[in-house]
Structure formats: structure tokens, C-alpha cells
């Protein structure tokens, strides 16, 4: 019998975050591939779009009108998914076999920037610290909101995730249900840390940071307070998650050095997408911050995620079909393959080596 080995059988990795399994089938990217791999056109867009329901001064739907603002701007969905009013909880509401159950949130947008032609890998870290700052502010305060037992920070980005408008934006979801992502990473950080008394991810990173010692692992990029790598598990080709160096729950808890840090690790590892197929790297992002329900998260780690679709150029994505949404997610690429790529880019943005 063969020896087994990563780089060459197919293989089920755990995902120590989610309790869920990967299949690995780093045999078949042996397969002819006979795809182009094109390139996009150069995009160009202006500072400011008139027709931007996003840019300073513009109007949104129903009628209001955005500030002049010059760094973040933050402002109510005015398409909220959830809403904040209260809901008598009918006695009707659900049985064994038909279960639902009120839920209320507050959703909000937050413009990056006022210019409409950046992205995170082109602005400026000193602007990005200024991102940082919105989402630990409306952590803060929508966390306080005695009904908010969680808030989820995210970007969806890129027309291929379903973005509606490429001025830099993202949103903030804070709900009265804690989700079902974070519930699952609740479970497992929280059971890891009974069994070892130890956080998962810090000894995840320690494996990782070995790893990388030894000429090898799944570190894309690090800095004094943070580490980007592709996690052992991966499922999307280029996923990455962002880890802190120390326990930190939530964005809120981030020192001023730490918070500058993590705008630094947050243009280098998008400057370093956008450089692997000279695109505009679509991706949806979040961070998952322990909830604010007011109970105790033994073993919760602040963490980002990067969840980007591209495959194998800039048009060429990932789809989960098939098996993996009747059986479980599969991936070719093994994830060491994935950093060893993120790894040789340039953090000069393709667009400035013009
Ligand atoms: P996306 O690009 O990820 O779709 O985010 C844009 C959000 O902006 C979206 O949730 C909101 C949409 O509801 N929106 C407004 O709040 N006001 C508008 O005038 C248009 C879009
Ligand atoms: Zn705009």
C-alpha cells in the first residue's frame, strides 16, 4: 500500500472551526486544463459617480441624502434585512414539525471611503485604520442594544459575489439571534477549550507558525499582531483567515497599535488577491466576534474570514455544486498550494506597477 500523503491522494480534512469535513482531491488538478487564462481589461472608474447612490452628497433610496463626508460614513439599510421593532410572539408561531420564531436586528452600510474608485488593497492604511475604527465603533454600540446578541461585520464584494455598487462599502448585520456560523464556532472554540484549557485558533497558529519555520504551512503574510493564512481546512481556492497573535474577542477590545496592524495586514493580503489574476479580487469578508448576549465564550477567538470564488483566472470561479451541496465541499488545489501562490505575489498592487 502506498504512504498517504497530502500532496498526492484524496483525502477528508476537518474544520476545527465549523466541526465539518473538506474533501481533497489533489490528484485531479493533474487533469488537462485547456481554459485561457485571460485577462480583464484595466477597470477604470471616477472618483466620484453621480449616479452612486453611495458617493457624498448623492441620494438614496427614499429620498435622503448622503453627507459630504471625507472618511467612513455609516447609515441605516434602508432595505434593513431585520428590523428593530418588536414582535409579540404569536402562540401560533411554530409547532415540532413547523418551527419558526421572531427575530429582529439592526442593519446598517458603511461607505470605506468617499471615493468611489477605491478598493481596501488601494487605500491608504492610515484610511483604513479609519475602517477599522467604524467597525469596532459599531460593534460597541450596536453591541450595547440590550436586544443585539450579535453583530456581524462583513464586505460582499465584487459584482460575481452580488455586490450592488463597487464604491468601497460594507455592511453590519447585528442580531437578536446569534447566527448560525458563529453558533457552530461558539461550540467548537468552547468545547476545545474545556478539553485543553487553551484557545483553538492560538494553538492552531502555534502549528501553523511552526510549520512556516520549517519552510513550509499556510502563511500568507504577518505582521507584529496579526497572521493571514489559508486554513488547513480551506474550501474556497484562495480562503484565508486572519488571527490575532493574543486573545482578543471583539474588534472593540483592539489597541490603537493593533488596530493599525491589522489595516496594514488588511491592504497586504487584498493587494496580494488582486495581484494573483490582476483583478479586482471579488471575495465576501467578516469578522466573527464573540456575541454580545452578555454569556461567557471560553476559548472564543476574534477572527476574519476571506471567502473568495476565483479559481483558476479572472473570470473562472469556483461553483458549490454537485456533490458538495448534496455530499460536502471538495476542493483540487490542496491549501498549501493556495499560500505558496498568495505567498509569491507582490504587495504592490498590480495597478501602481503600471
Ligand atoms: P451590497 O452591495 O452588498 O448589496 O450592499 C449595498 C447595501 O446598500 C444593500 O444592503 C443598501 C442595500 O440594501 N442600500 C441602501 O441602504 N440604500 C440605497 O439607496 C441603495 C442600497
Ligand atoms: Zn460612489
Same mark, same amino acid.
Given at each position: 500500500?502506498?504512504?498517504?500523503?497530502l500532496?498526492?491522494?484524496a483525502?477528508?480534512?476537518?474544520?476545527?472551526?465549523?466541526?465539518e469535513?473538506?474533501?481533497?482531491? $489533489?490528484?485531479r488538478?493533474?487533469?488537462?486544463?485547456?481554459?485561457?487564462?485571460?485577462?480583464? $481589461? %484595466?477597470?477604470t472608474? %471616477?472618483?466620484?459617480? =453621480?449616479?452612486?447612490?453611495?458617493?457624498?452628497?448623492?441620494?438614496?433610496?427614499?429620498?435622503?441624502?448622503?453627507?459630504?463626508?471625507?472618511?467612513?460614513?455609516?447609515f441605516?439599510?434602508?432595505?434593513?434585512?431585520?428590523? =428593530?421593532?418588536?414582535?409579540?410572539?404569536?402562540?401560533?408561531?411554530?409547532?415540532?414539525?413547523?418551527?419558526?420564531?421572531?427575530?429582529?436586528?439592526?442593519?446598517?452600510?458603511?461607505?470605506?471611503?468617499?471615493?468611489?474608485?477605491?478598493?481596501?488593497?488601494?487605500?491608504?492604511?492610515?484610511?483604513?485604520?479609519?475602517?477599522?475604527?467604524?467597525?469596532?465603533?459599531?460593534?460597541?454600540?450596536?453591541?450595547?442594544?440590550?436586544?443585539?446578541?450579535?453583530?456581524?461585520?462583513?464586505?460582499?464584494?465584487?459584482?460575481?459575489?452580488?455586490?450592488?455598487?463597487?464604491? =468601497? !462599502?460594507?455592511?453590519?448585520w447585528?442580531?437578536?439571534?446569534? $447566527?448560525?456560523?458563529?453558533?457552530?464556532?461558539a461550540?467548537?472554540?468552547?468545547?476545545?477549550?474545556? !478539553?485543553?484549557?487553551?484557545?483553538?485558533?492560538?494553538?492552531?497558529?502555534?502549528?501553523?507558525?511552526?510549520?512556516?519555520?520549517? @519552510? @513550509? @504551512?499556510?502563511?500568507?503574510?504577518?505582521?507584529? !499582531?496579526?497572521?493571514?493564512?489559508?486554513p488547513?481546512?480551506?474550501?474556497?481556492?484562495?480562503?484565508?483567515?486572519?488571527?490575532?497573535?493574543?486573545?482578543?474577542?471583539?474588534?472593540?477590545?483592539?489597541?490603537?497599535?493593533?488596530?493599525?496592524?491589522?489595516?496594514?495586514?488588511?491592504?497586504?493580503?487584498?493587494?496580494?488577491?488582486?495581484?494573483?489574476?490582476?483583478?479586482?479580487?471579488?471575495?465576501?469578508? @467578516?469578522?466573527?466576534?464573540?456575541?454580545?448576549?452578555?454569556?461567557?465564550? %471560553?476559548?472564543?477567538?476574534?477572527?476574519?474570514?476571506?471567502?473568495?470564488?476565483?479559481l483558476?483566472?479572472?473570470?473562472?470561479?469556483?461553483?458549490?455544486?454537485g456533490?458538495?451541496?448534496?455530499?460536502?465541499?471538495?476542493?483540487?488545489i490542496?491549501?498549501?498550494?493556495?499560500?505558496?501562490?498568495?505567498?509569491?505575489?507582490?504587495?504592490?498592487?498590480?495597478?501602481?506597477?503600471?
Amino acid at each position: 500500500m502506498e504512504r498517504f500523503d497530502l500532496t498526492e491522494h484524496a483525502h477528508r480534512r476537518f474544520n476545527l472551526l465549523t466541526g465539518e469535513w473538506v474533501l481533497v482531491s $489533489p490528484h485531479r488538478t493533474k487533469r488537462p486544463w485547456q481554459g485561457q487564462v485571460e485577462k480583464l $481589461p %484595466p477597470e477604470t472608474r %471616477p472618483a466620484y459617480d =453621480p449616479t452612486c447612490y453611495l458617493c457624498p452628497g448623492n441620494s438614496r433610496a427614499g429620498g435622503v441624502s448622503n453627507p459630504q463626508y471625507t472618511s467612513t460614513f455609516v447609515f441605516d439599510n434602508d432595505f434593513a434585512a431585520l428590523l =428593530p421593532n418588536d414582535v409579540a410572539a404569536g402562540a401560533g408561531a411554530g409547532s415540532d414539525l413547523l418551527r419558526a420564531e421572531p427575530t429582529r436586528g439592526i442593519c446598517r452600510v458603511l461607505c470605506f471611503s468617499p471615493r468611489h474608485d477605491l478598493t481596501l488593497a488601494e487605500m491608504e492604511r492610515e484610511d483604513l485604520r479609519k475602517v477599522v475604527d467604524a467597525w469596532a465603533q459599531q460593534t460597541e454600540e450596536l453591541g450595547r442594544e440590550p436586544f443585539i446578541n450579535y453583530v456581524q461585520v462583513f464586505e460582499n464584494r465584487g459584482a460575481m459575489m452580488g455586490a450592488s455598487n463597487p464604491h =468601497p !462599502h460594507g455592511q453590519i448585520w447585528s442580531t437578536s439571534a446569534v $447566527p448560525v456560523e458563529p453558533a457552530k464556532e461558539a461550540r467548537t472554540q468552547g468545547e476545545y477549550f474545556a !478539553h485543553h484549557g487553551r484557545h483553538m485558533l492560538l494553538d492552531y497558529l502555534r502549528v501553523e507558525e511552526e510549520a512556516a519555520r520549517a @519552510g @513550509g @504551512g499556510r502563511i500568507v503574510c504577518d505582521n507584529a !499582531h496579526w497572521v493571514a493564512l489559508v486554513p488547513f481546512w480551506a474550501v474556497w481556492p484562495f480562503e484565508t483567515l486572519v488571527l490575532p497573535r493574543r486573545v482578543v474577542t471583539a474588534l472593540p477590545e483592539l489597541t490603537g497599535d493593533e488596530r493599525d496592524d491589522l489595516a496594514d495586514i488588511l491592504k497586504r493580503l487584498t493587494t496580494r488577491y488582486d495581484n494573483v489574476f490582476e483583478v479586482s479580487f471579488p471575495y465576501s469578508m @467578516g469578522w466573527h466576534q464573540q456575541p454580545t448576549d452578555g454569556q461567557e465564550y %471560553p476559548g472564543w477567538l476574534l477572527h476574519a474570514h476571506f471567502y473568495p470564488p476565483l479559481l483558476r483566472s479572472a473570470t473562472v470561479r469556483k461553483f458549490m455544486v454537485g456533490f458538495e451541496m448534496l455530499g460536502e465541499p471538495q476542493r483540487d488545489i490542496p491549501a498549501e498550494a493556495a499560500a505558496a501562490r498568495l505567498r509569491e505575489q507582490s504587495e504592490v498592487h498590480y495597478r501602481a506597477q503600471r
